[in-house]
């Protein structure tokens, strides 16, 4: 039995980041409900990434929402209107991630339906929150990436900020949300009461970096200065960084510069201070370490600093990092059953409960395929209900 079988979530969410919060808690066993709208759905359906689809939906569609069902329903027409209502005193869970102000539109704001589902924990996932002048820009994660000054750190010195080249913010909020929906599941069990749980995209994205603004915030404003030479994190002195080899690259992580410079058999290294000098002559000390790392190939030098405990790794391409033994014995890619014998092949839940890890073969929802089976099972339309 997993974690959260009993559970019933009604997920209003699109695209990435509320889906994500929704496919957590089904990948732990909670019964996930997609509420669409009729005809088009999902925006994620049709999002697909490098044109890669599974008939009428994405790929990106079926692996975020693998293991779903989907009911359709107008929100805008009362008999379908009531039909969610009705749902909604028969579940657990409801997350959204509307701009502030559509659910209440649609009278299911949390105001509306705790009167109707007074243990009913509400997850809602906004841009910039629901107060102030951001309320309604779009909540996209590369716009939140630049206003919340990840893009800011990130990249050279002297060349453009640079955003991550995924939706980490995104994800991010949907961690936040999932921890909080399982804290407020936690006090449920205890008092019975429901909670509205609220995250914001901006929000998220700040907690990404408390540890560069709490000391701005501490320091007097000091801001953090990105490195000219091989940028990795703008607190850190060197060796940090990714270096260029004679045929790929190499990740040095934080070590003692004197034992560093006999490794790579470089002495003038060992005249620099590992407290001082790390971090205030920082691209000149990276410079050096990288003109004598591309004189070899990565391999030898992983064999030279791993033998010696030196924290370093090969950058790994996906194609070698599927390939490793190491990744191998993680066994974290699952099938999904797409149907006519298709297969689609993604990553499964990180999460193992007492040694096990958790599958599921179930793809991606077709628009509303569960509407006759979800009314049929909730009783929804009935007279006399």
């Not at 599941?185 to 560069?212: C, K, N, P």
């Not at 990795?232 to 934080?254: C, E, K, Q």
Request: aromatic content about 8%; hydrophobic content about 35%.
């Amino acid at each position: 039995m997993k974690l959260l079988e009993d559970i019933v979530v009604l997920d209003f969410s699109q695209y990435l980041a509320g889906p994500s919060c929704s496919l957590r808690l089904s990948d732990l066993g909670a019964r996930v409900i997609k509420i669409e709208r009729p005809g088009s759905g999902d925006g994620s359906r049709k999002m697909s990434l490098k044109n890669l689809m599974d008939g009428d939906n994405s790929i990106l569609f079926h692996t975020i929402n693998r293991n779903k069902e989907s009911f359709c329903a107008n929100l805008k027409d009362p008999e379908d209107l009531e039909l969610i209502k009705e749902l909604i005193k028969k579940v657990d869970v409801l997350i959204e991630n509307f701009r502030p102000g559509v659910m209440k539109k649609n009278q299911l704001d949390y105001e509306s339906v705790r009167q109707i589902n007074p243990g009913l924990i509400y997850g809602s996932i906004t841009g910039y929150g629901t107060k102030g002048p951001w309320v309604k820009k779009p909540g996209q994660d590369l716009l939140v990436q630049a206003m919340s000054g990840l893009t800011w750190l990130n990249g050279n010195g002297g060349k453009p900020p640079a955003p991550f080249c995924l939706s980490v913010v995104d994800s991010y909020a949907g961690v936040h949300l999932t921890e909080g929906i399982l804290a407020a599941f936690f006090r449920r069990i205890r008092t019975g009461e429901g909670a509205l749980v609220e995250v914001s995209l901006m929000e998220s994205a700040i907690d990404m970096q408390f540890e560069g603004i709490t000391d701005f915030l501490n320091s007097g404003g000091r801001l953090p200065v990105r490195s000219d030479y091989n940028n990795a994190h703008p607190y850190l002195g060197a060796p940090y960084g990714v270096y260029r080899t004679a045929d790929s690259f190499i990740a040095l992580s934080r070590g003692s510069l004197k034992d560093l410079a006999g490794y790579l058999d470089l002495p003038a290294l060992a005249e620099f201070n590992d407290l001082e000098d790390a971090f205030e002559k920082r691209d000149l000390i990276k410079r050096m370490i990288g003109e004598r790392l591309a004189e070899k190939k990565t391999a030898d030098w992983i064999d030279v600093l791993e033998k010696e405990g030196y924290w370093c790794s090969e950058v790994y391409t996906w194609e070698t990092l599927l390939n490793t033994e190491g990744f191998q014995k993680l066994e974290f890619l699952q099938e999904l059953d797409a149907g006519k014998g298709r297969k689609i092949c993604t990553s499964r839940c990180p999460v193992k409960v007492n040694g096990e890890a958790y599958y599921s073969a179930k793809r991606g929802p077709e628009l509303g395929e569960d509407n006759e089976k979800i009314k049929h099972e909730f009783g929804l339309g009935k007279e006399g209900r």
